[in-house]
């Protein structure tokens, strides 16, 4: 099955600042990759996502990046504000309709003010 | 906007029972996913269903059973709890069409077993 790697555990940085965080999987058949922004004890909210027949996707501050031939993918947050701090999860799936999404295990990001 | 409704929102029970777990999908989306999220843990796939049939199963205990209804709310079945099942369950659904593969969450379920 699928297995997800996603890094750092933990990120901190200061507002304005940008924020990096990279996953990985292993199957070669997943073709949908969305991210997820979960604040304590509330549901995954998605916040983007990208198919495999794009490289890039951006939706104001946050842009998602995907190389397919290293099997990894990428969210880039710019300008960050305190309310960015949340857990953010990284998912991989085939695409279709009832196919589970494999979670990598999630960057505790931290906006200092 | 509605968005999927899940009830209880907490759940207390003692081992060895049941619980019944509901999920109500947002309007006009026909596939329903739960997951289970223990504490500091990323979502583990347990099931999901489209248009009414067994769609996909992960990690789902033996002891665990679901089902889609004809109105395309899901039911999430419970028994012989263990503590190891304290978690919170997420249900999730997903619309017809080329946007089939978007998940959205509901609040969840916080079930803590005794």
């Known amino acids: 099955g699928e297995n997800v790697e996603q890094h750092p555990s933990t990120l901190s940085v200061q507002e304005g600042d940008s924020a990096v965080i990279k996953c990985t999987y292993s199957?070669?058949?997943?073709?949908?990759f969305p991210w997820y922004k979960q604040e304590l004890g509330k549901r995954p909210q998605l916040i983007i996502d990208?198919?495999?027949?794009?490289g890039e996707k951006k939706d104001q501050r946050i842009a998602v990046t995907l190389n397919k031939t290293a099997k990894h993918f990428s969210l880039h947050i710019t300008e960050t504000q305190p309310e960015d701090s949340a857990v953010y999860f990284c998912?991989?799936?085939?695409?279709?309709?009832?196919?589970?999404?494999?979670f990598g295990g999630g960057t505790r990001l931290m906006v200092k003010p | 906007a509605a968005g999927v409704i899940q009830s209880p929102r907490h759940l207390i029970k003692e081992k060895r029972e049941t619980a019944t777990l509901k999920c109500y999908p947002i309007?006009?989306?026909?596939?329903v996913y739960w997951y289970q999220q223990g504490p500091g843990q990323d979502p583990q796939f347990l099931i999901s269903?489209?248009?009414?049939?067994?769609?996909d199963k992960g990690s789902i205990p033996d002891r665990f059973s679901a089902q889609q209804f004809s109105d395309y709310h899901s039911e999430l079945n419970m028994s012989s709890l263990e503590l190891g099942d304290s978690a919170l369950y997420f249900c999730?659904?997903?619309?017809?069409?080329?946007?089939?593969?978007?998940?959205?969450f509901g609040p969840g379920t916080r079930l803590t077993v005794t």
């Open positions: 309007p006009r989306h026909d596939t």
């Open positions: 269903f489209y248009e009414k049939m067994q769609s």
């Open positions: 990208i198919r495999s027949n794009v």
């Open positions: 199957d070669s058949a997943s073709n949908y």
């Open positions: 999730a659904s997903s619309p017809p069409g080329l946007a089939g593969n978007k998940q959205y």
């Open positions: 998912a991989a799936s085939n695409g279709n309709a009832g196919n589970m999404l494999t």
